[in-house]
C-alpha cells in the first residue's frame, strides 16, 4: 500500500472555525515531513515543514503536529478562510538516506470552506 | 507570481504527435523535476536532474522523453501518447538534490495535457 496517506478525502469546515487535516505514514526511517497546498489550477505550494527531532511546528495560523510513535502528522489551520479551500498533502522524506527525489505524497485532503 | 514558470498550461494533442512542454526555473536551484498528477492518485515522480545529469528515472514509458539543457530550463518531449497519460504535468526544482531540507519543493501551475 501507500507509504503516506490521509484519513479523509474531503473535509468541510465553517468559516472561522479550527481545521485539523491528519494523515498517516509508514516508514519509520522518515525524519522530515511536509505539508502542501494545491489551489484549483495551480501546483502545490509549501506551506510548512517540520523534521523528526521535533513534534510541533508553528507558522502564520497552521501548526504541524507529529507523533513519531503512532507514524501520525496533522496539519492545524486557525480560524478557517475562504481562500483556505484547497487540497492538502503531506509527503515525508528519508532526508539521511537521499535525495528530494525520495519525496513521498499522500492523495490528498480536499479542505471545502462553509460560508 | 512562481518561480517555476511551465507552458502550455493547456495541451490538447492526438495519439500520433509530437509535442513538449517546457519549464524554466528563475530561482537559481540545482534541480528539476517532473511529476505526473493524476486525479484521485499521489503525486507521481517521472524524472529528477541534478545539476543538468539525469538521476532518476521512475521507469517512465520511453513515450516520455526529458531534456535539461541547463539548469533553468526543463522539458519534456511527448510521442506516441496513449489516453491514459492524459494528466498534470507539474514540474518543481529544489535548491539541492541532496542535503538540507530536501523535500522543500517549487512547483510551477502545471500543464493540463489531453491525449485524444
Known amino acids: 500500500g501507500e507509504s503516506v496517506g490521509l484519513h479523509l478525502p474531503t473535509l468541510s469546515v465553517q468559516e472561522g472555525d479550527n481545521s485539523i487535516i491528519n494523515c498517516a505514514y509508514s516508514?519509520?526511517?522518515?525524519?522530515?515531513f511536509i505539508w502542501y497546498k494545491q489551489e484549483s489550477g495551480k501546483g502545490p505550494q509549501f506551506i510548512i515543514d517540520?523534521?523528526?527531532?521535533?513534534d510541533k511546528r508553528q507558522g502564520q495560523r497552521v501548526t504541524v503536529l507529529l507523533n513519531k510513535t503512532v507514524k501520525h502528522l496533522s496539519l492545524q489551520i486557525a480560524a478557517t478562510q475562504p481562500g483556505d479551500s484547497a487540497v492538502y498533502f503531506c509527503?515525508?522524506?528519508?532526508?539521511?538516506?537521499?535525495?528530494?527525489?525520495?519525496?513521498?505524497f499522500g492523495k490528498g485532503t480536499h479542505l471545502i470552506i462553509q460560508p | 507570481e512562481t518561480g517555476v514558470t511551465q507552458t502550455p498550461r493547456h495541451l490538447v494533442m492526438g495519439m500520433t504527435n509530437k509535442k513538449s512542454l517546457k519549464c524554466e526555473q528563475h530561482?537559481?536551484?540545482?534541480?528539476m523535476y517532473w511529476y505526473k498528477q493524476s486525479a484521485k492518485k499521489p503525486l507521481e515522480l517521472m524524472f529528477v536532474?541534478?545539476?543538468?545529469?539525469?538521476?532518476e528515472n521512475n521507469s517512465v514509458p520511453s513515450r516520455f522523453s526529458p531534456e535539461c539543457p541547463n539548469s533553468s530550463h526543463l522539458f519534456l518531449h511527448l510521442h506516441t501518447l496513449q489516453p491514459e497519460d492524459s494528466a498534470l504535468y507539474l514540474c518543481?526544482?529544489?535548491?539541492?538534490?541532496?542535503?538540507?531540507?530536501?523535500?522543500?519543493?517549487?512547483f510551477g501551475e502545471g500543464s493540463r495535457l489531453t491525449v485524444l
Open positions: 516508514n519509520s526511517a522518515s525524519d522530515y
Open positions: 517540520i523534521r523528526s527531532n521535533m
Open positions: 530561482l537559481g536551484h540545482n534541480a
Open positions: 518543481a526544482s529544489s535548491q539541492h538534490y541532496r542535503g538540507g531540507n530536501t523535500g522543500e519543493l517549487f
Open positions: 509527503a515525508e522524506n528519508e532526508v539521511s538516506g537521499g535525495g528530494a527525489d525520495g519525496l513521498t
Open positions: 536532474y541534478s545539476l543538468e545529469e539525469r538521476v
